[in-house]
């Protein structure tokens, strides 16, 4: 049988520390992931991601999601090192990633420098609610 909590506010063991629940619920990503694209596509990490799809190099679409958003409109980052091969160089580069097609079940990427490279390191974060 299930049980159920229902609080307002989390406080530390101390009493002095408190969050409300809506901060939790509200301010806690709904999906993220870290995956790489060189060789065979594979999820290291990943939450509320259901499966991930190479359509190309340097592209991946979709990126699907467990459970659905409530719409659209969600926020989220994708960093991508868009560099070809799994050597991970600094922060400090000259490729870009990018999202697309966004609906909420799914979006998909692409991580570029001066053409489409498959990368070995890609991370993205979603904020958003829940459907």
Known sequence: MASELRVNTLKDASGNNSVGMSYVANGSAK????????STQTVRDSLNVSSITDAGTGVTFPVSFTSAMANNDYAGSYYTMAASGEARSSWNNDYVGGFG?????????????????DSGVNDVTIQGDLA
Not at 31 to 38: E, G, P
Not at 104 to 110: A, H, N, R
Request: aromatic letters at 16%; zero cysteines; charged letters at 10%.
């Open 31 to 38: 999906i993220w992931a870290n995956w790489t694209q060189v």
């Open 101 to 117: 097609d966004k609906t909420t079940s799914q979006f998909g990427t692409q991580s570029y420098a001066a053409a489409l490279v």
